[in-house]
Each structure stands twice: as structure tokens, then as C-alpha cells.
């Protein structure tokens, strides 16, 4: 790629005259109530950032609550129970309604214009993760009115959680309506990565990505490995309230320690999933304000990259307290120290920009947040430090000195980079900044609320007092930190009401200033529904101050791409790497089908939590039935042709295959569906480890014949060879053509019956899934891959509907390839769980 | 793809490691019984360590690209990983292996 712009930019002057009205139509946002159906990432992403706030709001009314209670001694201001559905909901809703949305919101709203892009690549699927978590959530919040909020702490540990111990539905409510916000989290992290590698401005180099897209990618990467663990712990719990099936039952060979297992190898990863996009946004902000480039650009990088992976080698730090091994400890003690190493380049990094800047370093509400950030988040760092350290952390486990680090990471780390970015990125999307007057006692009511509320914490934890108590005994010394404590709570509450009254005054959907931060990255280009005017290209980190004119020429249309040549949306494609164009991706507008296949998910989901399964499951039907309606409309062809986007380069409309982003959309689904799948399989080799004595062995009579195992696999090979016959057949001339549809059925019928056969064996050697933890086993692993083929079934008669109607040919042929994969993928995931089930057992 | 896995190949050798050590030790000390473990869990320990930091060294002497940013990025990732590596699989010198504090 070359590095220097074109001698002569791309497309000339001057522009046909309705050029920009034809942008601004096709771009328009639907109105009145078809406002519903918007997908325009700067619109959805509004939305999507106001709803996580109002989460944030609601959650911290919970904590006040809280604190009210816990002022004085032997209060009797709320009961306990309630005390017990307010702590559960206020951490769940913070943690999974509150930080992860408002990070992915972020990324929906700022990577386009970062990236002037004109959408990211999948405008529904992101409409569609935010319905979902817009309906989940307002009803799972919604149960801490009724009565009906779960008890059992955000991370919901059994056997408290299981049906003996917390009966009704207040538990399920957390398993099935958390959990399917998290595939809608999932669905974000899919349209990330793929719109982060994919749809970056021509020249864009990896080198030259704004740090904030690195960390997005990052953070996505890391949500479709971690998030896996916990949908299968929920599963899981869930199936085990459900149907008795002993996951975590000791008397029947489970183990609860399985759960922490899961939900930490999620949850300790999930802190950096929503530090990284901060320290992102940190690094965006710093530069500015100090007006010089960010010193150590590959360092931050390497240090998101390494912070990604080590995070997954810490989560039995929270655990060093259940009788692990101590090597075990050790092992996970050094890799949180590890970590440390990566989280202190990235601060080094943001002092030395701020020492090496021009002129002394802006001190603006944003700068404060920032600074705020640095001192919160080194000091919860350190207390990190001390935690991982085993035996400090057999003193501090389950007081309120955890409670006050972890407020100090999250807060500091989450929170104040976010207020910062609320009042550096305000005017790009409102006519009018926000109040830097407002905007400082804000910070100072935050800062020192925040400080006052739980540095006293600290205190009280090494006191002993533990976390989650409703109430405590007034003589034992802990009044006095806990009353400081609620004193600062309030203030800091008072500097969050600042900012909403400020946000009221001053908040208004438009267009604002022309870049008055005087950034030097793309989101401040002018901009309008449709983005930027044209699409420019990128030689440097910040375009913005090293390629001079770059704001009036890309506004002008000289650069790439300044029209609709297909008449519709679109935006052009470049390679992973080195950002080279290489098609035009034309995306779809607004809709109603991607709603509706939202609304139906989580009326599906909550229907069944309250187990009115009838209803549930025609909601199901039908939220699968809205899915294929949506992407029925996809797939267009290559009908339109190569277009011209400028400096004499023609550019395909169409593209299959691996350069595709549908192919990358697909492969990163698989690596999710995998890393469930590993999941499964360390949670099967774990519950031998804890209880072998309910394990089949090579000679037990609950393990199937060999016969059993083999049909299943010749099964599975039968259906991948099938796959790859009926992908060559869409090449043959007609009628032999017609062969294959026919044959990608027979394909995912033989998958079917592989995982059938597999069923059906073990039920014939008697073993049923309620039976002990090894059965429980055998039958989930049967039914992941089981999920995996009914969805390469409906997508094979997807596939036959196309063809028959005349969309599904040699050339355009998504719908055919995507089946395809995930039907290869489901017959590997099979074989593997196949040696596993029948072979591991053979060797004992 | 390829480039954007050969990048990441020192934290993937880090994450395998980390696994093999992890699962070996949770085996071992499950299933031999009290007394026995603790010599092969060394051993594995060992084993996989030394064969984690060999794994990075070659990838250190082999970015695989010319171009400035990819090749450090690469090279930074490989030596952060080899200490992250190399701080795990010490702990076996120290702390006693099967049995919990």
C-alpha cells in the first residue's frame, strides 16, 4: 500500500449537484414511531449509550439505598431480604446492564466516524443487540419492584442458587434474562471485530488504527472467548433448577466449585473487557489535550494485546480462598502480577504524552476526568496487587476491603474514562458542548464523593467487617467508617445529578462544532447521517493534523467513494491488514424484521423464566421465523456491478468466500460456538477430576457399544462430504444443479442423526441425565452440538428456499457457503466430543 | 488472518502453556495418589516451561515480517509473554505442590 496520499485526490471538481441529496436520502432516519426501525450506528448508538446510562442511574439508586442502610448499626431501615435483592441487582445491573452495554455502545457510536466508515458492517445485528438488551433488561430490573429480583449476589454461587435453597423464579430470572443479554453482547463483538478489520479508511494500516479501535477490537476478541463460560453456566444452573440434571450437586458427583470455575474464567476477564475500551478512550483524550502524538503507540498496543490474553490466566484469584492446591494459587498469583506489567506501560504511556506535549497539558473537564482516572485506577491497581498476593488475600476475602478495590478499579478504570468521554465526544452529536463549568464541579462532587464513599472501605474490611451483611452490631467500632462512607455515597451521587441537569440543559441531537478539541483523528471530520461526505485516505495516526486540508476535501467529496453508486448503502471493504480497498459492501437500511426477531428473543426468554412454556415457545417460533425474514433481504448479488469510487479504482459490490465480511462473521460465531464447546469439555474433565467414582469406565455398562460412537462419526463424515459435493454441484448446468439443494438437506439430516445416534446411545445403556454428574455431562455435550446442527438444519432449508427462488446460485451464494461452514464446524465440534464421551472413559 | 495469528504467537504459546501446566497439575495431584504427584507435576512443569520458552525464543529470532510495526509488536508480545512464562513455571521451585494452604 502506498503511504503517501495521491498526487491527485481521488475524485474532482466539482461534484454533480445532487450527489449529497442523494446521500442524505438514502441515510435518512426513518420518523415518528418508524424511528423504531433506525439502524444508522450514530442514531442506535444514542439510544443504546442513553439506555446503559439510565441502567448506571437506576443501579446507583440501589447502591444510595444501600448505603442508607448500612449508615448506622443495627438499622432496620430495609429488611434483609431486600438488602439481599438489592445488592444482587445493583452489582448484576452494573456489570452486565450498565458497563459491557455502555462499551459496546460506544464502539457502535464513535468506530464508524473513527474509522469513516459509513456504517459498521452489520447495521441490524447491532439494532438487534440493543432491543434485545433494551427489552431483557428493563424487565430484569424491573423484578427488584416486585419482589421477584434474585438473592444471591452477581456472580449467583450454588448450591445457594440452586432450586433447594432459593425456590420461585427470582433466580431465573438472573439465569435466562442475564443470559441472553449476553448473546446480544456477542452479537455487538461479532459486528466489532469484523467492522474493525473490515471497514477501515483505504491506508489504514494496523499501524495507523486510533488506539481507541484497537482496544475495541481487543475487547471484542475477549468477549467471544469469556462469555461462553458464563452461557454455560447459566445453561447449566439453569437446567439443573430446571430438570434435576446434578451439575453442581456433590451428593451426586457435581461440584459447585464448577460455577466459580466458569463464572470467573468469564467474570475476572470481564473487568478488562470494560477497562481496556476506557484506557481506549484514555488514550484518544490525552493526546489531544496535550496536542502531541501518544508516546509509545506500539506499547499501548502491545500492552492491549497482552493484557487481552493474561486476563484469562487470572480467574482462580478469586477462588484462592476454596482449597485449591497451592501451586494451583501460585500459578494463578504470578499471572496476576503479569498483568500488572501491560496495565503499567499503558499509564507511563499517558504520563509521558502528557510531559511530552506542547505547551502545558489542557486542563478541561475531560482532562480532569482522565486525571481522576489515573489516580483512582493506580490505587485500585495496587490494592490488586496486594489481593493477588495469597496469604493478604486470605485476611481481605469477602470484606469490605474487596469491595473497595473493586469499586476503585471499576469506578476509576470504567466510569470516570466514561464521564471524560461524555464531555469530549458531546459535540459530535450535539449542537451544543456540554458545561465546562458544569462540567468541574461534576468532577470535584465525583471525585471526592467517590474517594470519601470507599476509601474508608479499606477500613472497615480490615476491621472485618464482611461484605454483604444487611446490617451490623452499632458497639464494634464500624459505625464510624460506615457513616463517612454514606456521607460520600451522596456527594458522589450529587456530581452525577450535576451532570444529568447538564446533560438536560445542554444536550441537543445535531451537529456541533467543527472539531473543537482540535483532534487529529477522523471522528471529528464534518460529518452528517451518511458519515462523512467521502471516504479519505489515511497516511498518518492523526489525519487530522498531519494531512492539511484532509476536513475540507473530504467534505468536498474529493475523496473515495463521495456518492451511492448503487443507489443504497454502502461502504467499501479494505483488507485486514494493510487497509488496501477491495470491495463496496452495500448494507441494509432500516427494518422491521430485525425487531421484531428482538422482541420475540426476549419474550421467548423471559416467558420461560416465569415458565409459561406454550407461549415461550411460539415466541421462539417466531423470533426465528423475524430472523429469516431479515436475512432474506440480505444477499443481493452482484447485480450492480464494479463501481467507480474514485482515482480511476473500480471496485466489485459482491464478494464470497474468505475475503468476505459474511465469511469473518461467520468464523468468529464458530470461535464463539468453540469456546463454548471448551468450555463443556474442561467442565467434563473437571467433574472426573472431583468425582470419579461416577464416571463410566472401558468396561461400565452405562458406556454404548462401540458401534454407537462409530455410526454417529460416519454420520458426521458423511454430512461433511455431502457439503462439499453439493458446494461444487451449484456449479453444474442445470438440471444437475438442481442435485444440490437436495444434497445440502441430506447433509444436515445425516448431522441430525449423528447427534441423535449419539443420544439415543446412551439412553439405550441406561443412562439417564438426572443420574449423576457424569450423565449430566454426556447429555449437555450431546446437546451443545445438537443446538449446533438444528441451526445448520434450518440454515440448509433457508438455503433450498433461496435456490428455489432464484437467490441462490454458483455466484451468489452466501446463504449456500454460510450453511457450509457451520455445518463443517458442527461435525468437527461432534467428532471431537465423540472421542472425548467414548474414548476418555475407555482409558480409566 | 495468518498475519493477525502470527502476531498474537507469543501470548498463544503463553495461553497453551498456561493450560498444560494448569490441567497437568490439576490431573496429577487428582488422580496419583498423596506422595506420588509431586515428582511428575514437577517434571511436567518443567517440561512444558522450557519447551514454552524455546517455542518463543525461535519466534523471537523469527518475527516473519519485515514492516517496522508488525515485527516489534511481535517481538514485544514474544518477550512479555516468555516473562509471564517464565514467572509461572518458577513458582514449582517454591511453593509445595499437592497441598492446599
Given at each position: 500500500m502506498n503511504e503517501s496520499p495521491p498526487a491527485d485526490l481521488p475524485n474532482p471538481l466539482p461534484r454533480p449537484a445532487r450527489e449529497r441529496e442523494e446521500l442524505l436520502r438514502i441515510w435518512a432516519t426513518p420518523r415518528g414511531w418508524r424511528r423504531l426501525t433506525a439502524v444508522n450506528n450514530t442514531v442506535i448508538g444514542i439510544f443504546y449509550i442513553g439506555m446503559a446510562f439510565l441502567f448506571f442511574i437506576l443501579a446507583g439508586l440501589l447502591g444510595l439505598l444501600m448505603r442508607a442502610q448500612l449508615a448506622a448499626g443495627d438499622s432496620t431501615l430495609l429488611s434483609q431480604d431486600l438488602y439481599n435483592q438489592l445488592f444482587t441487582v445493583h452489582g448484576t445491573t452494573m456489570m452486565f446492564l450498565f458497563a459491557v452495554p455502555a462499551m459496546e455502545a460506544l464502539g457502535v457510536m464513535l468506530l464508524p466516524q473513527m474509522l469513516a466508515a459509513r456504517d459498521l458492517p452489520f447495521p441490524r445485528l447491532s439494532a438487534f443487540a440493543i432491543w434485545a438488551y433494551v427489552i431483557g433488561g428493563l424487565v430484569f430490573f424491573s423484578t427488584i419492584f416486585y419482589d421477584?429480583?434474585?438473592?444471591?449476589?452477581?456472580?449467583?454461587?450454588?448450591p445457594l442458587t440452586l432450586t433447594e435453597f432459593s425456590p420461585g423464579d427470582s433466580a431465573d430470572f438472573w439465569l435466562l434474562g442475564i443470559g441472553f443479554i449476553e448473546i446480544s453482547a456477542i452479537a455487538g463483538a461479532v459486528e466489532i471485530i469484523v467492522g474493525v478489520l473490515r471497514t477501515r479508511p483505504p491506508g489504514m494500516s494496523l499501524d495507523k488504527m486510533p488506539i481507541f479501535a484497537w482496544s475495541m477490537l481487543i475487547f471484542a476478541a475477549m468477549i467471544v472467548f469469556a462469555f461462553p463460560a458464563v452461557i454455560l453456566a447459566t445453561m447449566m444452573l439453569e437446567i439443573e433448577r430446571s430438570f434435576g440434571w446434578p451439575f453442581f450437586t456433590a451428593a451426586r458427583g457435581g461440584d459447585s466449585l464448577l460455577w466459580q470455575h466458569l463464572f470467573w474464567f468469564f467474570g475476572h476477564p470481564e473487568v478488562y473487557i470494560i477497562f481496556l475500551p476506557a484506557a481506549g478512550l484514555v488514550s484518544m483524550i490525552v493526546p489531544t489535550m496535550a496536542r502531541t502524538p501518544l508516546v509509545g503507540y506500539r506499547l499501548i498496543v502491545v500492552a492491549l494485546i497482552a493484557t487481552g490474553f493474561f486476563s484469562f490466566g487470572l480467574w482462580v484469584h478469586h477462588m484462592f480462598t476454596t482449597g485449591i492446591p497451592a501451586l494451583s494459587l501460585a500459578f494463578f498469583s504470578a499471572a496476576s502480577m503479569a498483568v500488572a506489567v501491560p496495565s503499567g506501560i499503558q499509564v507511563f504511556s499517558w504520563i509521558a504524552t502528557m510531559a511530552a506535549g506542547r505547551g502545558r497539558f489542557r486542563i478541561t473537564t475531560p482532562s480532569l476526568f482522565v486525571l481522576g482516572f489515573l489516580f483512582i485506577f493506580t490505587v485500585g491497581g495496587l490494592t490488586g496487587v496486594m489481593v493477588a498476593v495469597v496469604p493478604f488475600d486470605f485476611q481481605a476475602h469477602d470484606t469490605y476491603f474487596v469491595v473497595a478495590h473493586f469499586h476503585y478499579v471499576l469506578i476509576g478504570g470504567m466510569v470516570f474514562p466514561l464521564f471524560a468521554t461524555f464531555y469530549y465526544w458531546a459535540p459530535m452529536v450535539s449542537r451544543r458542548a456540554l458545561s465546562e463549568r458544569f462540567g468541574r464541579w461534576v468532577f470535584w462532587l465525583m471525585f471526592v464523593g467517590f474517594n470519601v464513599t470507599f476509601f474508608p472501605m479499606h477500613i472497615a474490611g480490615l476491621m472485618g467487617m464482611p461484605r454483604r451483611v444487611w446490617t451490623y452490631p452499632a458497639d464494634i467500632g464500624w459505625d464510624l467508617p460506615n457513616l463517612v462512607s454514606t456521607i460520600g455515597a451522596f456527594i458522589l451521587a450529587a456530581g452525577v445529578l450535576l451532570f444529568v441537569i447538564d446533560l438536560g440543559l445542554r444536550f441537543r441531537r445535531g451537529k456541533g462544532p467543527d472539531n473543537p478539541w482540535q483532534a487529529g483523528t477522523l471522528e471529528w471530520l464534518p460529518n452528517d447521517v451518511y458519515s462523512t461526505r467521502s471516504i479519505p485516505h489515511v497516511t498518518s495516526r492523526e489525519p487530522l493534523w498531519e494531512q492539511p486540508g484532509l476536513a475540507r476535501d473530504v467534505e468536498q467529496g474529493r475523496y473515495y467513494l463521495p456518492n451511492a453508486p448503487t443507489g443504497g448503502r454502502e461502504t467499501i471493504v479494505t483488507s485486514p491488514v494493510d487497509a488496501t480497498p477491495e470491495y463496496v459492501i452495500r448494507m441494509p437500511g432500516p427494518g422491521w424484521a430485525h425487531f421484531f426477531a428482538a422482541v420475540f428473543t426476549a419474550a421467548c426468554f423471559l416467558l420461560l423464566t416465569v415458565k409459561v412454556v406454550v407461549p415461550a415457545i411460539a415466541c421462539g417460533v417466531l423470533a426465528v421465523l423475524s430472523c429469516l425474514v431479515w436475512v432474506w433481504q440480505l444477499d443481493l448479488g452482484p447485480g450492480k456491478g464494479p463501481v467507480p469510487i474514485g482515482a480511476g479504482i473500480s471496485l466489485p459490490t459482491y464478494r464470497t468466500g474468505p475475503t468476505s465480511h459474511s465469511w469473518w462473521a461467520m468464523v468468529v460465531l464458530m470461535l464463539v460456538a468453540a469456546s463454548l464447546y471448551l468450555a463443556w469439555m474442561f467442565s467434563y474433565l473437571y467433574l472426573w477430576t472431583v468425582s470419579p467414582e461416577v464416571w463410566a469406565t472401558g468396561d461400565s455398562p452405562l458406556l454404548p457399544g462401540v458401534e454407537w460412537p462409530v455410526l454417529s462419526g460416519a454420520l458426521l463424515l458423511a454430512g461433511t462430504g455431502l457439503l462439499v459435493v453439493a458446494g461444487r454441484g451449484l456449479a453444474w448446468t442445470r438440471p444437475l444443479r438442481h442435485v444440490s439443494p437436495a444434497l445440502t438437506l441430506i447433509a444436515s439430516l445425516c448431522l441430525t442423526a449423528a447427534t441423535i445416534v449419539e443420544i439415543f446411545g446412551h439412553w439405550t445403556a441406561?443412562?439417564?441425565?438426572?443420574?449423576?454428574a457424569y450423565a449430566a455431562m454426556v447429555y449437555l455435550g450431546a446437546t451443545l452440538t445438537g443446538q449446533v446442527v438444528i441451526t445448520v438444519l434450518i440454515m440448509s432449508l433457508f438455503a433450498i428456499a433461496r435456490y428455489a427462488a432464484g437467490k441462490l446460485d454458483n455466484v451468489r451464494r452466501l446463504a449456500f457457503d454460510n450453511t457450509a461452514l457451520l455445518g463443517w464446524y458442527g461435525a468437527g465440534q461432534g467428532l471431537v466430543g465423540l472421542v472425548l464421551v467414548h474414548g476418555f472413559p475407555r482409558l480409566l | 488472518m495468518p498475519l493477525l495469528i502470527r502476531l498474537v504467537l507469543g501470548p498463544i504459546v503463553w495461553a497453551a502453556h498456561f493450560a498444560v501446566v494448569y490441567g497437568a497439575h490439576t490431573a496429577l495431584c487428582a488422580i496419583r495418589p498423596p506422595g506420588t504427584a509431586e515428582a511428575s507435576v514437577a517434571m511436567a512443569v518443567g517440561i512444558a516451561t522450557l519447551a514454552a520458552l524455546l517455542t518463543l525464543l525461535l519466534a523471537g529470532m523469527t518475527p516473519g515480517t519485515a514492516v517496522r510495526f508488525r515485527r516489534d509488536v511481535t517481538l514485544l508480545l514474544t518477550v512479555l509473554s516468555a516473562i509471564a512464562v517464565a514467572w509461572l513455571g518458577i513458582t514449582v521451585l517454591i511453593v509445595p505442590v499437592c497441598t492446599s494452604p
Open positions: 421477584l429480583a434474585p438473592r444471591g449476589g452477581w456472580f449467583m454461587y450454588p441406561g443412562l439417564r441425565p438426572a443420574d449423576s | -
